[in-house]
């Protein structure tokens, strides 16, 4: 019902950049929230950053001021752009939706499959 196709994950030298994309398509009547997670072998999955449908944004403070999420409403995208990496930003990433399906159901979450960050130098 809903597909999730994440891009921009490569290896980067500490201080480098690199943007994430996540792209949702299907049934889609409308999306409450956008965003992207991060876990490193070990830990547990954790908040990076989100937008809500109102345009709000968070952040965790691991990555405040380096990090920028930006949704596009039109397309159904969110992007994250990361500058100033550093090594413990090493780790898979996951975009994250909520939405309400075309068909009225309830707000359901979708998970992508990952894109790999590694920072290294």
């Known amino acids: 019902q809903v597909q999730l196709v994440e891009s921009g994950g490569g290896l980067v030298q500490p201080g480098g950049s690199l943007r994430l994309s996540c792209a949702a398509s299907g049934t889609i009547f409308s999306i409450n929230f956008m965003g992207w997670y991060r876990q490193a072998p070990g830990n547990q999955r954790e908040l990076v950053a989100a937008?809500?449908?109102?345009?709000?944004?968070n952040y965790s403070s691991n990555v405040k001021g380096r990090f920028t999420i930006s949704r596009d409403h039109a397309k159904n995208t969110v992007d994250l752009q990361m500058d100033s990496l550093k090594p413990e930003d090493t780790a898979a990433y996951y975009c994250?939706?909520?939405?309400?399906?075309?068909?009225?159901?309830?707000?359901?979450?979708?998970w992508g499959r990952g894109t790999q960050v590694t920072v290294s130098s």
């Open positions: 937008v809500t449908s109102n345009g709000r944004t």
């Open positions: 994250n939706v909520v939405v309400m399906l075309a068909g009225g159901s309830p707000l359901t979450g979708f």
